[in-house]
C-alpha cells in the first residue's frame, strides 16, 4: 500500500508562489505515475499535472506556464512549484500516484493540502 502526505499549502497573496511536497512512503521510481488534482468548495476533482516515469509531463490549460510538476526519486518526494498564483487556483490539492496507469484516475490518494489565494 503506497501513503502519501502532502505539504506546503497555505495562504498568499494573488500574483505569490507556493511549493507543494508529497511524500510517498515507497520508491517514487517504482511508481507509473504521479499526480497533483485540486478540488474547490462545490466542484469536483480536476487533474491539475501529472508526471510519468519516464518524467513526460502534462498540465491543464489553466496552469500552463504558471506551474512545474517534478519528482525527486532520491527523496521520494513529488513537487509542485505554483507561480504566479490566481484566486481561482484557491482549492484543496491531492497528490495521487499509481502503478499501472497515467490518465484520470489513480489508486493511491493523500489527504490533501489547502490553498488560499486572496
Known amino acids: 500500500h503506497v501513503q502519501l502526505v502532502e505539504s506546503g499549502g497555505g495562504s498568499v497573496q494573488v500574483g505569490g508562489s507556493l511549493r507543494l511536497s508529497c511524500a510517498a512512503s515507497?520508491?517514487?521510481?517504482?511508481?507509473?505515475?504521479m499526480a497533483w488534482f485540486h478540488q474547490a468548495p462545490g466542484k469536483d476533482h480536476e487533474l491539475v499535472a501529472r508526471?510519468?516515469?519516464?518524467?513526460?509531463?502534462w498540465y491543464r490549460d489553466s496552469v500552463k506556464d504558471r506551474f512545474t510538476i517534478s519528482k525527486d526519486n532520491a527523496k521520494n518526494t513529488l513537487y509542485l512549484q505554483m507561480n504566479s498564483l490566481k484566486s481561482e487556483d484557491t482549492a484543496m490539492y491531492y497528490c495521487?500516484?499509481?502503478?499501472?496507469?497515467?490518465?484520470?484516475?489513480?489508486?493511491?490518494w493523500g489527504q490533501g493540502t489547502q490553498v488560499t489565494v486572496s
Open positions: 495521487a500516484a499509481d502503478n499501472i496507469y497515467c490518465g484520470t484516475g489513480f489508486a493511491y
Open positions: 515507497v520508491d517514487t521510481s517504482s511508481l507509473y505515475c
Open positions: 508526471i510519468d516515469r519516464a518524467g513526460t509531463t
